[in-house]
């Protein structure tokens, strides 16, 4: 992780609505075995969304690279609606990929979300043209009421061209 503007490495984006979370640093835990998780714990006295973000990492990008984007995230439902909240569209998690720029490469619906199992995402992207570096948003929404934790942990941005692979399996 590689923002700069707070102890999780990661910043508020400017815009939210509802309720302020609480951003915060949490250990590595049995489902995340090592570094630590970047947590939001959204509790949404008012409903809305809420986005927590990197500042640019300059990872030595080239139009047409390949790289694999991969994390472990987990929702904690602290008040037990979560589940019945997504099935309604009314909760739920995303991820953007943006460019130096603002402008967007890629926006993943983190569709394993909603089971409430951790687990690991892995993207594959093809870097655009004027593409030097990534912002990766993490998008959180919550109906009036509900109380969800958030986390990101072992972040990663692997450059498989510049690591001489052609294929993967995700």
């Not at 309720?19 to 008012?46: C, H, I």
């Not at 690991?120 to 912002?135: D, E």
Request: proline share 5%; hydrophobic share 40%; aromatic share 6%.
């Amino acid at each position: 992780m590689n923002g700069t503007s707070s102890a999780s490495g990661y910043y508020e984006q400017p815009g939210g609505t509802g309720t302020a979370p609480t951003y915060s640093v949490q250990p590595a835990d049995g489902q995340l075995t090592a570094g630590q998780w970047s947590e939001m714990d959204f509790n949404a006295t008012a409903g809305g969304s809420r986005t927590f973000a990197t500042a640019p990492a300059s990872t030595g990008l080239t139009a047409g690279d390949v790289v694999l984007l991969c994390a472990t995230v987990e929702i904690i439902d602290v008040a037990g609606g979560y589940l019945a909240a997504a099935a309604a569209g009314t909760a739920g998690c995303s991820l953007l990929l943006l460019n130096q720029n603002a402008v967007q490469i890629r926006n993943a619906a983190l569709s394993t979300l909603p089971t409430l199992t951790p687990g690991v995402i892995a993207l594959l992207v093809t870097i655009p043209s004027g593409t030097t570096s990534l912002i990766e948003f993490f998008t959180c929404t919550l109906p009036t009421g509900q109380h969800a934790k958030f986390r990101i942990g072992a972040w990663d941005v692997l450059n498989l061209t510049k690591l001489g692979l052609d294929t993967i399996t995700v």
